[in-house]
């Protein structure tokens, strides 16, 4: 048997797995909508390229414009065990808003709850609009702007190109046709310019701001296909792409490298214009996507005579089709172009240029613990603790640097300036810190510290370690206090240990925790501690003090040491 090269996936199959590390994850959103424009593929810069390859990353590049043409994206967190994903009955095509949101959860390494609804009813299908692309980037973008978008756009884009595919056809809520994806779908909705020229692995090389009109023109007999019958009529005809990809390839890249871009530079879509409809109308590109619609060349050479007679700025089909465009400049060319279209059979679509992402319409932050007021106000008229301000007794800090992680309110800082330290005070939530103490404040990460090797006598951080997300933030932050430290310089730490777990606690994974109204910990025996920080390097490790202390929730064991680097 005949192995299928675009098969049938389950969605959520990862073909190429987002290789970069997140941390510090946490929902920062309770809610989110956004509004994700589609766009339009005017060409394909290498066709040969869009041919099977065994990565699954196709390299063709492509001419994009957006399209004030919308996909609206509800995203709500729900308030029950995570990895529950309900999909509105409104929404047309769940596949694909499943396979994004399980692209999502690996990628992010988290599983919420979430109850999605999307509106793309003014989108049609299969048409070249990108709207299957537009779909899973829009939700994808939905759910990264839930975490404070950790996924810089240019590696979305990327991610979600090379994990493209389609629904089969509308009942079938698990499985995925594989299609090719040069990246356009999710460009467009995350580059704020209108008109986009990708190149090789889904990268954007040239961008620009464009006002204007744009029509697109359907046959109005046209039934939509899905994507298992396009792709078995498309790999039928790929011998097609890679004939005109081969012999005009070098012509195409050039022609934009020394015409097209230098146009676009000085704020001119003419030369672009003219490599497009030479691609699709002279170089045989629209006779290679024929295949979708039987008239398609009868509708394209119909259609020559309003680029050539300049009745437009831009004419192009969009993908496959059968949908073609036309980008018009004034309402003559508008008028024109739409009665004519018209006149052809087609039923023409008004839209524009969009040159902005996507557009967050609401959202609803998370109501954070530790950016409350009263929780900031508690925190900074917490009394020290006489264990460890007996500890730093102990040593002359008097004109010595010292940085306090997690610094809270500010208590332990406030110490350190009393002794006449030079203080360094780090959190991520600046609204705890009492900031009328006149310390050196810089907002930052207790697993990232903003400053240099070797710098500090003295490290504080007392009562932080147990609030990492991750296990890779609670070991990478032990890590970060090591290398900050001078030689010979010390730390006192100030943690909670799993030695004690009440029932407010509900263990999630290896020494993580969910508490019910606060935030997740990771929580170590005291045994393991001292194994992580020998293994990291430092030396003389002392306890300090230990005792159980009560939360309002349950008991928390508290472990406090000291160590030297």
Same mark, same amino acid.
């Given at each position: 048997?005949?192995?299928?090269?675009?098969?049938?996936?389950?969605?959520?199959?990862?073909?190429?797995? /987002? +290789?970069?590390?997140?941390?510090?994850?946490?929902?920062?959103?309770?809610?989110?909508?956004?509004?994700?424009?589609?766009?339009?593929?005017?060409?394909?810069?290498?066709?040969?390229?869009?041919?099977?390859?065994?990565?699954?990353? $196709?390299?063709?590049?492509?001419?994009?414009? %957006?399209? +004030?043409?919308?996909?609206?994206?509800?995203?709500?967190?729900?308030?029950?065990?995570?990895? @529950?994903?309900?999909?509105?009955?409104?929404?047309?095509?769940?596949?694909?808003?499943?396979?994004?949101?399980?692209?999502?959860?690996?990628?992010?390494?988290?599983?919420?709850?979430?109850?999605?609804?999307?509106?793309?009813?003014?989108?049609?299908?299969?048409?070249? $609009?990108?709207?299957?692309?537009?779909?899973?980037?829009?939700?994808?973008?939905?759910?990264?702007?839930? /975490? #404070?978008?950790?996924?810089?756009?240019?590696?979305?884009?990327?991610?979600?190109?090379?994990?493209?595919?389609?629904?089969?056809?509308?009942?079938?809520?698990?499985?995925?046709?594989?299609?090719?994806?040069?990246?356009?779908?999710?460009?467009?909705? &995350?580059?704020? =310019?209108?008109?986009?020229?990708?190149?090789?692995?889904?990268?954007?090389?040239?961008?620009?701001?464009?006002?204007?009109?744009?029509?697109?023109?359907?046959?109005?007999?046209?039934?939509?296909?899905?994507?298992?019958?396009?792709?078995?009529?498309?790999?039928? +005809? &790929?011998?097609? $792409?890679?004939?005109?990809?081969?012999?005009?390839?070098?012509?195409?890249?050039?022609?934009?490298?020394?015409?097209?871009?230098?146009?676009?530079?000085?704020?001119?879509?003419?030369?672009?214009?003219?490599?497009?409809?030479?691609?699709? *109308?002279?170089?045989?590109? +629209?006779?290679?996507?024929?295949?979708?619609?039987?008239?398609?060349?009868?509708?394209?050479?119909?259609?020559?005579?309003?680029?050539?007679?300049?009745?437009?700025? *831009? &004419?192009?089909?969009? %993908?496959? #089709?059968?949908? *073609? *465009?036309?980008?018009?400049?004034?309402?003559?060319?508008?008028?024109?172009?739409?009665?004519?279209?018209?006149?052809?059979?087609?039923?023409?679509?008004?839209?524009?240029?969009?040159?902005?992402?996507?557009?967050?319409?609401?959202? @609803?932050?998370? =109501?954070?613990?530790?950016?409350?007021?009263?929780?900031?106000?508690? $925190?900074?008229?917490?009394?020290?603790?006489? /264990?460890?301000?007996?500890?730093?007794?102990?040593?002359?800090?008097?004109?010595?640097?010292?940085?306090?992680?997690?610094?809270?309110?500010?208590?332990?800082?406030?110490?350190?300036?009393?002794?006449?330290?030079?203080?360094?005070?780090?959190?991520?939530?600046?609204?705890?810190?009492?900031?009328?103490?006149?310390?050196?404040?810089?907002?930052?990460?207790?697993?990232?510290?903003?400053?240099?090797?070797?710098?500090?006598?003295?490290?504080?951080?007392?009562?932080?370690?147990?609030?990492?997300?991750?296990?890779?933030?609670? =070991?990478?932050?032990?890590?970060?206090?090591?290398?900050?430290?001078?030689?010979? #310089?010390?730390?006192?730490?100030?943690?909670?240990?799993?030695?004690?777990?009440?029932?407010?606690?509900?263990?999630?994974?290896?020494?993580?925790?969910?508490?019910?109204?606060?935030?997740?910990?990771?929580?170590?025996?005291?045994?393991?501690?001292?194994? &992580?920080?020998?293994?990291?390097?430092?030396?003389?490790?002392?306890?300090?003090?230990?005792?159980?202390?009560?939360?309002? #929730?349950?008991?928390?064991?508290?472990?406090?040491?000291?160590?030297? @680097?």
């Amino acid at each position: 048997m005949k192995e299928e090269k675009f098969p049938i996936i389950k969605a959520g199959y990862i073909f190429n797995k /987002y +290789n970069k590390k997140v941390d510090n994850l946490f929902l920062k959103r309770e809610n989110i909508e956004i509004n994700y424009p589609c766009r339009l593929d005017a060409m394909a810069i290498n066709p040969a390229a869009v041919c099977y390859n065994d990565s699954m990353v $196709f390299t063709p590049g492509e001419v994009v414009v %957006s399209l +004030n043409q919308y996909i609206n994206v509800k995203v709500k967190v729900l308030n029950v065990d995570g990895g @529950k994903l309900s999909i509105s009955d409104t929404t047309r095509r769940k596949v694909l808003i499943k396979h994004s949101y399980l692209l999502m959860c690996d990628a992010l390494n988290v599983s919420p709850s979430l109850e999605i609804d999307v509106d793309d009813c003014l989108i049609p299908k299969h048409c070249g $609009f990108g709207s299957s692309s537009s779909t899973i980037a829009a939700v994808a973008a939905a759910i990264n702007e839930l /975490y #404070g978008c950790p996924i810089k756009d240019e590696d979305l884009i990327k991610y979600l190109a090379a994990n493209h595919g389609e629904e089969i056809n509308d009942s079938d809520l698990d499985n995925l046709k594989v299609v090719q994806c040069i990246g356009g779908g999710a460009t467009n909705g &995350l580059t704020e =310019e209108g008109i986009i020229i990708i190149a090789g692995k889904s990268t954007t090389i040239a961008k620009m701001k464009y006002e204007s009109d744009v029509l697109i023109a359907l046959p109005k007999d046209f039934v939509q296909k899905d994507a298992k019958v396009l792709m078995e009529l498309e790999e039928k +005809n &790929l011998w097609k $792409f890679k004939k005109t990809g081969d012999q005009y390839a070098e012509k195409i890249a050039y022609d934009l490298l020394h015409k097209a871009l230098p146009g676009m530079k000085n704020g001119s879509i003419k030369a672009l214009a003219d490599v497009v409809y030479d691609y699709r *109308f002279n170089m045989g590109s +629209n006779e290679n996507c024929s295949f979708v619609y039987d008239k398609l060349m009868k509708i394209s050479d119909g259609l020559r005579e309003l680029y050539e007679k300049k009745h437009c700025a *831009f &004419l192009a089909l969009s %993908s496959v #089709g059968p949908a *073609f *465009f036309t980008i018009v400049e004034n309402d003559k060319q508008k008028n024109y172009c739409k009665k004519y279209m018209n006149k052809l059979g087609l039923n023409v679509i008004e839209s524009s240029i969009c040159n902005t992402k996507y557009q967050i319409v609401s959202a @609803k932050d998370m =109501e954070c613990f530790w950016t409350k007021k009263e929780t900031g106000t508690e $925190f900074q008229q917490r009394p020290t603790s006489k /264990y460890i301000t007996d500890e730093i007794d102990k040593y002359d800090i008097s004109e010595k640097k010292c940085i306090d992680i997690g610094a809270g309110g500010g208590r332990y800082s406030k110490y350190l300036a009393n002794k006449n330290a030079i203080v360094l005070s780090i959190d991520k939530y600046p609204e705890m810190f009492d900031h009328s103490a006149n310390i050196n404040f810089v907002k930052g990460f207790m697993n990232d510290v903003p400053v240099v090797d070797n710098s500090y006598y003295m490290v504080l951080s007392i009562g932080v370690m147990h609030n990492a997300v991750t296990v890779s933030e609670y =070991e990478k932050s032990y890590k970060e206090i090591y290398r900050i430290l001078q030689n010979d #310089g010390v730390a006192i730490i100030s943690v909670f240990t799993n030695d004690i777990i009440t029932n407010d606690l509900t263990q999630t994974g290896n020494n993580t925790y969910e508490i019910k109204n606060r935030p997740p910990m990771v929580l170590y025996g005291k045994e393991q501690i001292i194994d &992580l920080v020998n293994k990291i390097g430092f030396k003389n490790i002392e306890n300090v003090d230990e005792h159980v202390t009560d939360v309002g #929730g349950g008991s928390r064991n508290v472990f406090t040491f000291k160590v030297q @680097k």
